[in-house]
C-alpha cells in the first residue's frame, strides 16, 4: 500500500488528509488522485486535463517539489524516498520532511500572489496576466501571411522550438526565487515566451521594440537572479534564462 498525504484547503482553513492506496505498476501521482476522488473521497479538489504533460494543468507540489502530476509515477517518488539520505537535493532534505518519511506528501503549487481556490487548485489568473502583458501572439494585421520573405528558415525554426514547447504550467513560476525580492517580477515563463516572439520574423520591427521595452526594466529581464532553477524543473526542457539573457544581449547592444 502506498500512503499519500494531501493538504486540503477550502475557504477557511487548510489540513492534512492521509490516503492508503494499492499502487498499479506505471501508477502516476494523477491517477492516484483519481483513486481517491473516484473510490473514497469525491470532494477532493485538483486539476487536470489532458493527462499526459502537454497542458501543463496538473501542477503541484509532489514531496515538496514542483513537478506535473500525470507525468510523475509513483514509483519514482518511492525511489526517491529510499533514496533520500543520499541525495544533494536540498528539497527533499528538507527537515519538515522527516515528519512525512516513506509517505508521499502532495500540496498545491506555491505562485506568488496567487490564493488556493480549494485543495490543489491555485488561481493561475495572475500568472497567466503576467503571461498576456507581453502580448505573446503574432499581430495578424501586421503579418502579412504571402510575404514569402516571413517564412522561418530551419535554423531560425530551431532556435524558437526549443522556447515554444512551453506548456505554461508555471512550474518555473513556482520555484523562481527572484519573486522573493520582488513580488511584481514577470517571471520565467513570461520572459520565455518574451524570447520566443522577438525572435519569430513574422514579428514587426514595431512590435519587437514594444516587446523590448515592456521587459526591459527591473522586474522584467534585470529581474533574474541567474539561478537557472527554472531551467532544472521544466518538464519540456525549456530554458527560460538562457533566453533572459539573450534578451538582456539584446537590450544591451
Ligand atoms: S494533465 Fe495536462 S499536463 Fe498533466
Known amino acids: 500500500m502506498t500512503k499519500l498525504v494531501i493538504q486540503?484547503?477550502?475557504n477557511t482553513s487548510s489540513w492534512y488528509d492521509t490516503f492508503h492506496i494499492k499502487?498499479?505498476?506505471?501508477m502516476t501521482v494523477l491517477d492516484a488522485l483519481f483513486h481517491i476522488q473516484e473510490k473514497v473521497d469525491g470532494s477532493l479538489c485538483f486539476r487536470y486535463s489532458c493527462r499526459g504533460a502537454v497542458c501543463g494543468s496538473c501542477a503541484m507540489l509532489i514531496n515538496r517539489v514542483p513537478r506535473l502530476a500525470c507525468k510523475t509515477q509513483i514509483s519514482t517518488i518511492k525511489k526517491e524516498i529510499i533514496n533520500e539520505s543520499n541525495s544533494n537535493d536540498v528539497l527533499l532534505k528538507n527537515k519538515e520532511m522527516d515528519e512525512f518519511k516513506e509517505e508521499i506528501l502532495i500540496e498545491p503549487l506555491p505562485l506568488p500572489?496567487?490564493?488556493i481556490i480549494k485543495d490543489l487548485v491555485v488561481d493561475l489568473e495572475p500568472f497567466f496576466d503576467l503571461v498576456y502583458s507581453i502580448k505573446p501572439w503574432i499581430d495578424e494585421g501586421r503579418h502579412d501571411n504571402t510575404d514569402p520573405n516571413t517564412l522561418i528558415e530551419p535554423a531560425m525554426h530551431e532556435k524558437i522550438d526549443q522556447f515554444t514547447n512551453c506548456i505554461l504550467c508555471s512550474l518555473c513560476h513556482s520555484i523562481c526565487p527572484a519573486f522573493k525580492?520582488?513580488?511584481q517580477y514577470m517571471g520565467p515563463a513570461t520572459l520565455a515566451k518574451a524570447w520566443r516572439y522577438y525572435l519569430d520574423p513574422r514579428n514587426d520591427q514595431e512590435s519587437?521594440?514594444?516587446?523590448?521595452?515592456?521587459?526591459?526594466t527591473e522586474n522584467g529581464v534585470w529581474g533574474c537572479d541567474v539561478v537557472y532553477k527554472c531551467v532544472g524543473i521544466c518538464p519540456k526542457k525549456v530554458?527560460?534564462?538562457k533566453g533572459i539573457l539573450n534578451l538582456r544581449d539584446v537590450i544591451k547592444k
Not at 499502487?23 to 506505471?26: A, D, N, W
Not at 519587437?208 to 526591459?216: D, E, F, Q, Y
Request: glycine content about 8%; aromatic content about 0%.
Open 8 to 10: 486540503r484547503n477550502d
Open 23 to 26: 499502487e498499479k505498476k506505471g
Open 113 to 115: 500572489n496567487s490564493n
Open 181 to 183: 525580492h520582488d513580488e
Open 208 to 216: 519587437k521594440n514594444g516587446l523590448l521595452n515592456t521587459i526591459n
Open 239 to 241: 530554458p527560460p534564462t
